[in-house]
């Protein structure tokens, strides 16, 4: 049953489930009190924080435990930004940071009347550190930036941005969740946020370090433990466990990274060779070693995701159909890549050889089913054959000719891959020279058209307002 | 090696453990993914949500799970305010709420603008639903009360609170994390909160239920899990552990409640009997059944908590001495009653008969112990006799005739105990109808010298500023 989503929460590493069950019986009480219960429960917490402070590179006064990596970034986030507020309200954050590092930006504009600046990436998902120049001001109160993004895999430059936000006064939280477990974040950052559960930990541990020197001001209700930044009463065992488990993973890193970076570089060069239309995206190089992720063209993810269930991989995907929003991922919207059959692998450590090459063996069937199903044209299987299943999806959108030698496909009400589907069924049909309009109402349209223009070479002209949804236009130029 | 102190944190269940180590295996994924691990955990979470919900006497889509009570407490409490917004600012708790409660309400005063009105209690520690009526304003949001008292283990009136808050259309918040292992909570409450260590399960998991109804709107960053009531990732096989042993303390609560109340009443009978000088505080009828609260006078707390953990006695107190803040507890100073030597025992689930017995016979040693080593005047060991052994304590205070026959004794710079003993060393040698005229620094002189005068039938006149610290006027009347 090979599980291939270790970025969102990896299986329990054995070391953290003895360091769980050994801690049982002793980490339950309050470590604050000073009978020897709490005595006993707060020398694993001291013993705890040592270690987990020697991984992340910090003094353990430095460090705090928190619930969840959700809590370390919201607390770290307001608690740096209520503390330098008298030098200004504006933050910095890049455009393909985590869901909680942005949610808790929105908070910070809507509720305390901050501002908001988003540092753009390129096609492979990175920041320039000169983005990050450019967005600072005399009232930016916090920067924030991933260590590694969490979809792509793609590194960031932290240090080089670490080192512009020094010059500059500002403190810079890195967002450490993706890469903590392969070693410490280099730089000169002020903040760093984590999260056991992505190294092997237990769920409902987050850390979060805050350099000495740092301004510091927890804005919530008034809570005595862990220096006043994370409220609530400590869950020891599971503590005790996160830190023990960061350190075994740290001590297998070095060999068990350049193991799956292999493994991980066999995906990226043998997917586009054994399935057709697929984008591998983040960057080739600089890059986690354990996360590849590519997209499939003329693919419903939720169908994907499905059939490689079934197939007994577990995956996950950043399409617009596999969210509740019904948006595609804003990571891939900010990189201006294809969404649609969306899948992202991250291998948990210790993954056989085996599963990744049984996983290459399955994915062009699996792929090649979901578009049959929903007549994508494919070479294997023209869109304009008869579909040799019963076809249990939406028949083609309406074509029309909206004139103007302007060829319009009317994909409203129509989801994703849909659109891009009916886009390059009639395509071929269309002259050199001449442009289809897509009339569309799915959000993934403008993301996904200009990138199957992007892949296949074709002109994306641009989108404007039709009665219902958008038109966007491509013009054929091959 | 007796824990008395359930009340802090109770010591895992049997049941707790088991779930734990069985759902650890299948509980890692995450719960809103659709591949199996994720599908299998959100059906542990899902049996889990049902099993809490069931105890708490509430729909499943009501409860959410926390990461501890304290945020249990802060979620609800700033979700109810947030929510009721333009209804008012105004809210509403007992004086002897737990810290989580009263440090929310502070931030709501102080970062929201809100204002806040302080139910009082009674010599017992429990509110007068009057009291409630009187509070409720046109712009109350919210009102807040305990379901039974965390150190004193008063019972509060919740259900005729709740009906008076009902009558006036203001959401009552039930924070009953001393009392849920016991039993659900009776009457019309609108929100509640608990917290699993203090039944026996594990750390790291609280409960917010919000009825139907309610106006709820989290303040902070967005967060999809749990209803968007509770940011971060779910700890569930903590979760499926706490909902497990809420289940198991249940079916065993009314047998267990009888056996403990007859322990703590032995307790409540014994210590007065075997000990001197001593007060039970809490009411005797209406209380929880596992937790009984003395004071002793001419004692130091932090001394008796260190020779009864020499005993092997693990207790709390709610001294001066053993707060960091140096300032004796909240809920006692509400009460109005003595805090030094203070000390709350709270039985675990299954403490033996045999355990409370050797407590009631270590116990009278251990304070007149403490009573000698800090020069008390108890009958026992009379002040004015020479110490069996070196006393390493600072010396008495110097004394002074203020003038006008008010006798002065000078206790500045001295901590609880001492400007009580000093006191009543020389309240001997005061004529019936003189005063002694105390001055102190010290936080706990404020409430154990009225609190004095209150047990030894003597007047206490008041308090006024003196030169350093206040001079507290006592007058002897027998």
Not at 109 to 136: N, Q
Not at 332 to 344: C, F
Not at 355 to 374: A, K, W
């Amino acid at each position: 049953m090979p599980y291939f989503d270790a970025a969102s929460s990896a299986p329990l590493h054995p070391v953290a489930r003895q360091a769980l069950q050994a801690s049982l019986d002793e980490g339950w009480a309050d470590p604050s009190r000073l009978y020897r219960e709490g005595r006993r429960a707060g020398l694993l917490l001291d013993a705890a924080r040592q270690t987990a402070a020697e991984a992340v590179g910090c003094r353990p006064d430095e460090l705090v435990f928190t619930p969840s990596g959700t809590h370390a970034v919201h607390s770290g986030m307001s608690g740096a930004l209520h503390g330098r507020r008298r030098v200004g309200l504006h933050a910095v954050v890049s455009s393909v940071e985590h869901s909680s590092v942005l949610h808790a930006a929105s908070a910070h504009a809507s509720g305390a009347g901050g501002t908001v600046s988003e540092v753009p990436v390129d096609r492979y998902g990175a920041v320039d550190p000169d983005g990050y120049a450019a967005a600072l001001r005399a009232d930016t109160a916090l920067a924030c930036l991933q260590s590694a993004n969490h979809e792509v895999g793609t590194e960031q430059p932290v240090s080089a941005v670490a080192e512009i936000c020094r010059g500059r006064g500002v403190p810079l939280l890195v967002d450490a969740a993706q890469s903590l477990g392969w070693g410490p974040v280099e730089g000169a950052w002020s903040l760093l946020t984590a999260s056991a559960h992505k190294w092997g930990g237990p769920a409902g541990v987050g850390l979060l370090a805050v350099r000495k020197g740092v301004r510091f001001a927890a804005p919530g209700p008034a809570d005595e433990r862990e220096s006043g930044r994370a409220p609530g009463f400590q869950n020891i065992p599971a503590i005790v466990a996160a830190a023990a488990s960061l350190r075994a993973v740290r001590a297998e890193a070095a060999a068990e990274a350049a193991r799956l970076r292999a493994l991980v570089e066999r995906i990226r060069a043998r997917v586009p060779e054994l399935v057709p239309e697929v984008e591998v995206v983040g960057h080739p190089v600089r890059r986690l070693p354990h996360l590849v992720t590519f997209s499939c063209l003329y693919v419903d993810g939720e169908a994907l995701l499905h059939e490689l269930d079934r197939a007994d991989f577990s995956v996950s995907s950043g399409s617009s159909c596999t969210s509740s929003t019904l948006t595609p991922s804003h990571v891939l919207r900010a990189m201006g890549v294809l969404s649609e059959g969306n899948v992202r692998i991250s291998l948990p450590l210790g993954t056989p050889e085996a599963e990744v090459d049984r996983f290459l063996e399955v994915l062009p069937g699996v792929v090649s089913g979901v578009r049959e199903r929903f007549g994508a044209p494919v070479a294997s299987a023209p869109a304009t054959a008869p579909s040799p299943v019963p076809v249990p999806v939406p028949a083609a959108g309406r074509e029309d000719d909206g004139g103007g030698g302007e060829r319009v496909v009317d994909a409203l009400g129509r989801r994703c891959p849909i659109p891009v589907i009916e886009l390059a069924k009639v395509f071929g049909e269309v002259p050199v020279g001449g442009t289809v309009a897509v009339l569309s109402d799915d959000e993934a349209a403008r993301l996904d058209i200009p990138a199957w223009c992007e892949m296949r070479g074709q002109e994306y002209v641009g989108e404007r307002p039709a009665d219902h949804g958008v038109a966007y236009v491509v013009r054929r130029v091959s």
